[in-house]
């Protein structure tokens, strides 16, 4: 790349796994023990601006979480976001100083995957930033290297698939089927803001001490499939059906795990009981599924999700949602 400044924004959608990640193979490469699908929210977004500029003194980074003040990150989130930003620049062969400046307008660290938004964002805007030509597949990889493996899965639009064949080359993200396939509808139920108390990471590394963790590996092909035909056919029952499971089969690696952990809250079981119950009592179409958090994705088709939003709204557990529909890929927006 040239000496000369370069400046690139990029907007990435956070994304929700019917089928989870949990657990790596390689850490060092951010692989998976096993494949994941999922949908980009087009509701809950990361815009990051990376500026590489020669008259810059020093790297900087600076973060706007949730519409709060920006503010200078240290410690580990400058860490994080350094550390991809130095593989990026090193790939570039660039040694001139960046500036990052990131936003988001959904609350972090609380089962929203803003970690996969935000290095969505990142290495799309650095990519173009430091001048690397790159397919979206390739993309994908460099994305899943930052550390947080969701974020692969940000980069193409609509419904993704996760590849893992316990390689680099082989773990890339793909879309299945785009944005306009399904008015698939993902309304957040936000019990909880507070950052979780132990992050994905540490879950990642925990998963293998859990005597299920075995069996959980053993279920998640069939279930990849169900959920590949699901939205291949717009059966929301079958995609329902499969997503609770294979979200009660990953906290149940988390709850025991040595030590164990439990992300639940029980404004999380008040929520999943009620959707629970609008099914099997009012025919009120809705599934359940929560990633590493406390927080609780209610999946709906379009036609429903008003009345499911203000049920949602009724719950005393429920502070508020976020209604998402099918998410667009990390795009650049200047």
């Not at 550390?147 to 996760?162: D, L, M, N, Q």
């Not at 396939?181 to 139920?189: G, M, P, R």
């Amino acid at each position: 790349m040239t000496n000369s400044p370069q400046t690139a924004t990029a907007v990435a959608c956070a994304n929700i796994a019917f089928i989870k990640y949990w657990g790596q193979s390689d850490s060092g490469l951010t692989l998976p023990t096993n494949g994941s699908i999922s949908l980009n929210l087009d509701g809950c977004l990361t815009e990051t601006t990376v500026r590489c500029d020669p008259e810059l003194e020093r790297d900087q980074v600076w973060l706007a979480l949730h519409g709060g003040e920006e503010m200078r990150a240290s410690g580990r989130p400058y860490e994080r976001v350094m550390a991809q930003i130095n593989r990026l620049r090193t790939l570039a062969g660039s040694t001139m100083p960046v500036e990052v400046r990131s936003r988001n307008n959904f609350p972090s660290d609380a089962g929203i995957a803003s970690s996969a938004a935000a290095f969505a964002a990142l290495t799309r805007a650095a990519v173009e930033a430091f001048q690397l030509e790159v397919d979206e597949r390739e993309l994908s990889r460099l994305t899943r290297l930052s550390g947080s493996g969701s974020a692969c899965r940000s980069i193409p639009a609509g419904f993704v698939e996760w590849y893992n064949d316990g390689t680099h080359q082989g773990s890339y993200a793909e879309q299945i089927a785009p944005s306009s396939h399904w008015a698939l509808v993902d309304i957040v139920a936000v019990v909880n803001t507070q950052a979780k108390h132990v992050s994905s990471t540490h879950g990642h590394d925990l998963a293998p001490t859990s005597a299920y963790f075995p069996a959980r590996l053993s279920e998640v092909p069939a279930r990849l499939a169900e959920v590949r035909r699901a939205i291949s056919e717009r059966d929301l029952e079958r995609l329902g059906v499969a997503a609770e499971a294979d979200a009660m089969s990953m906290h149940v690696v988390a709850m025991t795990a040595q030590p164990p952990t439990m992300y639940w809250q029980p404004a999380t079981l008040s929520v999943m009981q009620a959707v629970q119950r609008w099914r099997a009592q009012d025919n009120l179409h809705s599934y359940w599924t929560i990633d590493a958090g406390p927080n609780v994705h209610v999946i709906c088709e379009a036609k429903d999700a008003p009345e499911v939003e203000a049920r949602l709204c009724e719950l005393s557990a429920v502070q508020w949602t976020i209604a998402n529909g099918p998410g667009h890929e990390a795009r650049l927006v200047g």
